[in-house]
């Protein structure tokens, strides 16, 4: 054997059983309990649309003390399944996470940020109205960790924008979508890097031109742009989205993706704030 052997992941459901076939699971993944994480938990439990499960996957060091104490404080509501993880990977507990999923619709959500209340019940009715569409997104407000809304941010509608979008930049925000469980899961789920687990799996999914994107143009998260977030700005980050332009380049040969690969390496240099 090669290597340290990981404890098996601990799931504990939350209350009395609930739903074994849900219309959508939520995916939310932490390694740490404060209030924004309360504040987006609630954001998801008060939604307009009650047929869901959330599916809160704890992950590092911490996730003996975490997952019982996490347990305990949603514990009124069945819908909460509080699974860990001591791996510290987002890329591992997200498809942890897709893999103990009830539901076919899998709607993303990040600790820090807000889902509007309308969310699931707008996307979940888009997805059921166009059958191809396999990741939907949305635009989103920018907001600070007290809620003030900083700014918006208009995503590109499309497929063939979000498409033309994907050889420079990630159009589509990861904690806004909702994803066809299925699809993803033959897509190998996620695999990226640390800081672009979302990019690396749009560009697969991409490689399938009959797998359709979309985003809505009503705001439906709101999302925290704390300096915590700070790693999507690491040079890590940087080498993550050009590795993955370059796989892309290498495999179609189509030189936008060199140019987006050379783009994201200049931001490196130029943007990245730390190693």
């Known amino acids: 054997m090669c290597g340290k052997r990981y404890p098996s992941a601990t799931l504990v459901n939350s209350g009395l059983p609930t739903s074994s076939s849900p219309r959508v699971s939520w995916l939310l993944c932490t390694h740490r309990e404060d209030a924004l994480l309360q504040r987006a938990v609630q954001s998801c439990l008060s939604q307009t649309m009650a047929d869901f499960e959330l599916l809160l996957v704890v992950n590092g060091p911490d996730t003996g003390r975490l997952v ?16 860990g993880t001591p791996i510290h990977l987002l890329n591992f507990s997200l498809s942890l996470g897709l893999h103990l999923a009830r539901a076919p619709f899998v709607a993303r959500m990040d600790a820090d940020d807000v889902s509007h209340p309308e969310r699931l019940a707008t996307q979940l009715a888009f997805m ?15 907001i ?73 143009a009503s705001p439906l998260l709101s ?4 300096p915590d977030g700070a790693a999507r700005r ?11 332009q370059l796989r892309q380049f290498l495999i179609t040969r189509d030189v936008r993706w060199l140019v987006g690969a050379t783009l994201s390496m200049a931001k490196s240099f130029a943007r990245a704030d730390r190693p």
């Open 128 to 142: 059921k109205a166009h059958e191809d569409v396999a990741v939907l997104g949305s635009s989103y407000f920018l």
């Open 68 to 83: 019982p104490q996490l347990a305990q404080a949603y514990a009124v509501d069945p819908r909460v399944r509080v699974i």
């Open 234 to 244: 690491s040079r890590e980050a940087y080498g993550n989205v050009a590795g993955a």
């Open 144 to 216: 600070d960790p007290q809620g003030e809304v900083r700014g918006k941010v208009d995503a590109p509608l499309t497929d063939l924008d979000i498409r033309k979008a994907l050889y420079f930049r990630n159009p589509i925000c990861h904690p806004s979508v909702m994803l066809r469980r299925d699809v993803v899961l033959r897509a190998g789920a996620y695999l990226g890097g640390r800081n672009a687990e979302d990019y690396d799996l749009w560009l697969r999914l991409a490689m399938n031109k009959h797998c359709r994107f979309a985003n809505l």
């Open 223 to 226: 999302y925290n742009v704390s």
